[in-house]
């Protein structure tokens, strides 16, 4: 089994900076494809952008290539987020998942993944 927990959202002005942070706990070292999905008010979750267990090649969404970067530090069993120059439309609840399976082409669709996190707040004014 695996435990994902978020941790570093918080509220910030447009233009501003966050960085998130998931540390996995069971069997992460098992999990393939990290990936960051968001979920706006009124709105689908959406893949925001995905790793290897490697690192290698991380995917992005288009809404924010460009401005995020997913990293992955394995020996402390944790996937960043680096998120700069926020906007408005940034605000969502941001998750952590996590699958065995590569990321591949399908490391968006959140029905593939087998954990998730509870999430954490990203408000952006």
């Known amino acids: 089994d695996v435990q994902l927990v978020e941790s570093g959202g918080g509220s910030v002005q447009a233009g501003g900076s966050l960085r998130l942070a998931c540390a996995a706990s069971?069997?992460?070292?098992?999990?393939?494809?990290m990936t960051w999905f968001r979920r706006a008010p009124g709105k689908q979750r959406e893949g925001v952008a995905a790793?290897?267990?490697?690192?290698?090649?991380?995917w992005y969404s288009e809404a924010v290539k460009g401005r995020f970067s997913i990293s992955r530090d394995n020996a402390k069993n944790t996937v960043y987020l680096q998120m700069n120059s926020l906007q408005p439309e940034d605000t969502a609840m941001h998750y952590c998942?996590?699958?065995?399976?590569?990321?591949?082409?399908?490391?968006?669709?959140?029905?593939?993944?087998?954990?998730w996190g509870r999430g954490t707040q990203v408000t952006v004014s």
């Open positions: 998942a996590a699958r065995a399976a590569s990321c591949a082409l399908t490391w968006a669709r959140d029905d593939l993944y087998n954990y």
């Open positions: 069971g069997s992460a070292a098992s999990m393939a494809c």
């Open positions: 790793i290897y267990h490697s690192g290698w090649e991380p």
